[in-house]
């Protein structure tokens, strides 16, 4: 029997309930985290920008405060790139995508630079170091520099926090508050047992939870991993299929139920980075013909899909519209000063709209 073919508005629609973007959720936020598989972290508030829009009573003091505590950490996970994780999620998922942080790091100048050196010794005294006391990337250089004179500082620092398990240590990450990025080991911040791994399957039945439908090349997207096709493959029996418009296979949970694609989409603030946007090779289900953000510290979904990017200056905050978005000028604008008043109550006074 043939597959049902999705419209990109079902598969907006479907994504975006599973995001906890069709309607806030009144849920723990360790919870949500966890059923997100993470929050986009390379900016160090995000996390908390990207909770806001889908927790109906967020407070990023909350979150603030579990970070401090070392129940949330960040470190680098899918696609090595920076994510915040509950811990014990974090202690599971590092190992799983660790190989992706080993063959980013080989693509690297830092890999060419170290070429014939021993490894092993250097991420011992690297790890040795980190352990001693958490350490930025320019004191791992100063201490390692000592160790291999002749080869660069910045590429053997690099190697260190791209090979050891490291994550980033508080105050880097904790809302209204600021400080460089510094590393230590998992072990020796967390004091809990390092893995063991999540298995790739569970790992993208989970993924399938927070994305799906979704195809196979949309999770090696979003993860950075590879082998993926024969990983889908093992689970087929347990996994409903359908075809996208263009005829690709899509992978989906038996159990979840697709919201009807006619679903009102409320609009939705979201930061630079968050992974609903960045979550599959295939973005057209939240990108409406040729507008793309264009680098400004948040994106704005109106009825789903891109349209428009807002940043905060001065006592402003900024909303840069699309034709699509200034059609709902007025939710919008109340959408961020709902941001406003949660986020900012005492520094940022207005929204202020232009096109984009």
């Given at each position: 029997m043939a597959a049902d073919v999705l419209t990109k508005r079902a598969l907006n629609r479907a994504t975006l309930s599973r995001q906890f973007l069709l309607e806030r959720a009144n849920l723990p936020v360790e919870m949500v985290i966890d059923h997100l598989v993470g929050m986009q972290a390379q900016n160090p508030f995000d996390p908390y920008y990207g909770l806001w829009a889908r927790l109906d009573a967020f407070d990023p003091d909350y979150l603030a405060g579990k970070v401090m505590a070392g129940e949330v950490v960040r470190a680098s996970f899918m696609r090595a790139t920076l994510h915040m994780l509950t811990t014990d999620d974090a202690l599971r998922v590092h190992p799983t995508t660790r190989g992706v942080l080993e063959r980013v790091f080989r693509s690297t100048q830092f890999a060419k630079d170290l070429v014939g050196l021993d490894m092993d010794?250097?991420?011992?005294?690297?790890?040795?170091?980190?352990?001693?006391?958490?350490?930025?990337?320019?004191?791992?250089?100063?201490?390692?520099?000592?160790?291999?004179?002749?080869?660069?500082?910045?590429?053997?620092?690099?190697?260190?926090?791209?090979?050891?398990?490291?994550l980033q240590v508080p105050p880097r990450g904790v809302w209204g508050r600021t400080g460089q990025a510094v590393w230590s080991t998992f072990s020796s911040f967390t004091q809990e047992?390092?893995?063991?791994?999540?298995?790739?399957?569970?790992?993208?039945?989970?993924?399938?939870?927070?994305?799906?439908?979704?195809?196979?090349?949309?999770?090696?997207?979003?993860?950075?991993?590879?082998?993926?096709?024969?990983?889908?493959?093992?689970?087929?029996?347990?996994?409903?299929t359908y075809r996208d418009e263009s005829g690709v296979e899509l992978f989906d949970l038996p159990d979840l139920e697709l919201p009807d694609p006619e679903t009102p989409a409320p609009p939705r603030l979201l930061p630079e980075y968050d992974n609903v946007l960045l979550g599959h090779s295939d973005r057209s289900r939240f990108f409406d013909g040729d507008a793309q953000p264009k680098g400004w510290v948040g994106n704005v979904l109106v009825d789903g899909v891109f349209a428009g990017s807002w940043k905060v200056d001065g006592d402003c905050l900024h909303l840069h519209l699309t034709e699509h978005g200034m059609a709902e000028e007025a939710d919008v604008v109340g959408e961020a000063r709902r941001l406003i008043d949660r986020t900012w109550p005492d520094d940022v006074h207005e929204a202020l709209v232009t096109p984009f």
């Open positions: 010794e250097l991420l011992e005294l690297a790890r040795a170091s980190m352990e001693e006391a958490p350490r930025t990337r320019a004191e791992l250089a100063r201490a390692l520099g000592e160790r291999w004179p002749d080869r660069p500082p910045s590429s053997l620092a690099q190697a260190a926090t791209y090979l050891v398990p490291v047992p390092y893995g063991p791994p999540l298995a790739v399957e569970d790992f993208a039945l989970r993924y399938l939870g927070a994305f799906g439908p979704a195809a196979v090349k949309d999770m090696r997207v979003w993860s950075g991993l590879t082998g993926l096709r024969e990983v889908f493959e093992g689970l087929r029996p347990r996994l409903r």
